[in-house]
């Protein structure tokens, strides 16, 4: 990539004019629409996925405009050498190969004169021999009992992923283990998971690279303290996933397991490594996680080979940005016409948002431009009868709709209004795009419709494990494409770091009174002392 800045380059300078083209009256999405073989020119099928963004305000000079903005760019290029152990985390000196973790090839991925796969391999073989024995029996916990329940303890990417597609293949978790999540450290999550599992057949996973992060730290010990009280040894019913040689992977502090964690995948895109692993094929059994890794495989695949009018995650990625800053969209809906897909939504808002939302570019400059957009999301038809007004007659915003051909459950078949419940769901997925972008008249201004307003739709076959890993792998590739098209690093994530400094001198207080009655939090600021005052008196003075 160019150290260039991309609003200087002269293929910015045109879409800023082909912006001013779109936005006149004549290119409305009611006209765009009429065009001959518009779903044919504006759409494709990659890994399984249909794309679908013949909605979206565009013309074919536009395309050809985003495409040579992605050549110039050279993101096709920086994808691939990302895949190949490039070292294109820049700020932390990593490579970034979460597309190893789902890797079944034979090629080599070196990083530092290593073979990444021969760990990224292990590890995997790892996981399969331990489901298998748990699933089986033959690892129990320490009154004898089989584990009946799986507690996820971890924060951010280490559950927010999993989370995603735990729920997304629900219908075939058949192993007799019920998955829990405990990621905020708020005493209340707590409560809840314990009032569901029953100690004796409880395993808890605590997720985290570095094992040390604060909320997973109290909730671990928390996890602890609990089961000792149940007078239960928990060394028979603890399991880490961790980088190697952490605190977590500590022989003086022995576990059932320890899966190690590697320092070339970011939490956000680790759900395809033991991350997600562990607790997946427990959950849904090894076999069915590894289908999971080939859908994944399959679209990393496609998103490195594929030429760049055909790439969807490229073009998905264009799109974006094209909403964003030509047409000066702040937002971007995830709208899912399937409920197990209800986390998607949370996860990349995580994904997407930690990724993308930077203010200066990899070689440290500040950006003259916006990155990143807020994500957020529920599925359909709750949505339309949530935030749709706004959707329709209020501020506009890009949506994804996601449909699904062939439910999980085919077996429920009744009939309302002539038709079945996915019949209905689907009469709603076909209807909304078409609402937005052409609009109504009238003549009661409170019943108009303005239309204009911009989306695309996936379509998937099924909610099968493999289409459940090439959504993740797309929705991964295309932040990462983004990322690259600005210049900037999806990998690193310094934002979040300065509330928990900040946290670190209030906890400090907070300590200091537990041991110490009479503390009266003056080194604190005044804001903060009240705060302090109003928690340690129990009350709003």
Not at 281 to 302: K, P, T, W
Not at 386 to 411: C, K, M, T, W
Request: net charge negative; glycine share 8%; hydrophobic share 40%.
């Amino acid at each position: 990539m160019s150290e260039t800045s991309i609003t200087d380059l002269p293929i910015w300078k045109k879409l800023l004019q082909q912006a001013e083209i779109i936005n006149s009256k004549k290119n409305h999405l009611r006209s765009l629409l009429q065009e001959e073989n518009r779903l044919n020119d504006f759409s494709g099928t990659g890994a399984g996925i249909f794309y679908d963004y013949s909605h979206q305000r565009i013309d074919g000079q536009t395309m050809e405009l985003l495409l040579e903005l992605a050549e110039t760019r050279k993101v096709m290029d920086t994808f691939y050498l990302m895949t190949t152990g490039k070292k294109v985390n820049k700020t932390e000196n990593r490579a970034a190969l979460h597309t190893a973790a789902r890797s079944f090839s034979d090629r080599p991925v070196m990083v530092e004169h290593e073979n990444v796969m021969t760990e990224i391999t292990r590890v995997r073989d790892e996981i399969k021999a331990f489901s298998e024995k748990v699933i089986s029996g033959k690892i129990c916990g320490s009154s004898g009992k089989t584990f009946k329940h799986v507690v996820v303890i971890g924060i951010g990417g280490s559950y927010l992923g999993t989370e995603f597609a735990a729920q997304a293949l629900k219908a075939f978790a058949d192993k007799n283990i019920k998955l829990h999540f405990l990621a905020n450290v708020d005493v209340h999550n707590f409560g809840w998971i314990a009032d569901e599992i029953d100690p004796e057949t409880t395993m808890w996973i605590v997720i985290s690279k570095s094992y040390t992060t604060a909320e997973t730290t109290a909730n671990t010990k928390m996890a602890y303290t609990f089961m000792a009280e149940k007078g239960l040894n928990p060394e028979k019913h603890f399991v880490t996933v961790t980088a190697k040689g952490s605190p977590g992977d500590d022989p003086s502090n022995p576990v059932l397991q320890s899966f190690h964690m590697f320092n070339f995948i970011g939490g956000r895109y680790s759900v395809t490594s033991a991350v997600g692993g562990v607790p997946l094929s427990l959950y849904l059994g090894y076999d069915r996680f590894e289908e999971l890794l080939q859908g994944a495989e399959e679209m990393d695949i496609h998103a490195t080979k594929s030429h760049a009018e055909s790439n969807l995650p490229l073009i998905a990625a264009l799109i974006s940005i094209w909403n964003n800053n030509f047409l000066n969209y702040q937002a971007q809906a995830i709208i899912p016409y399937a409920a197990p897909l209800c986390k998607l939504a949370p996860h990349v808002q995580q994904l997407y948002m930690e990724s993308n939302g930077k203010s200066v570019s990899t070689e440290g400059d500040d950006l003259n431009f916006n990155t990143g957009v807020i994500i957020f999301g529920e599925p359909g038809t709750n949505a339309q009868h949530s935030f749709f007004q706004l959707a329709h007659q209020g501020r506009p915003f890009p949506i994804d709709f996601i449909g699904v051909i062939n439910p999980q459950y085919e077996q429920y078949q009744s009939i309302s209004n002539g038709v079945t419940n996915h019949q209905e769901l689907w009469a709603n997925l076909i209807s909304q795009p078409k609402a937005l972008a052409e609009g109504m008249d009238n003549e009661d201004r409170a019943r108009f419709f303005s239309g204009n307003r911009p989306s695309s739709t996936i379509l998937l076959n099924d909610l099968s494990p493999k289409n459940i890993g090439r959504l993740l792998s797309f929705y991964e590739a295309k932040t990462v494409y983004e990322a690259f098209i600005w210049g900037i690093n999806p990998f690193d994530q310094f934002g979040v770091e300065l509330g928990k400094k900040l946290a670190s001198g209030v906890r400090q207080e907070m300590a200091e009174k537990n041991t110490n009655k009479d503390h009266a939090f003056d080194e604190a600021d005044p804001i903060a002392k009240f705060y302090l005052n109003a928690l340690f008196s129990g009350k709003i003075d």
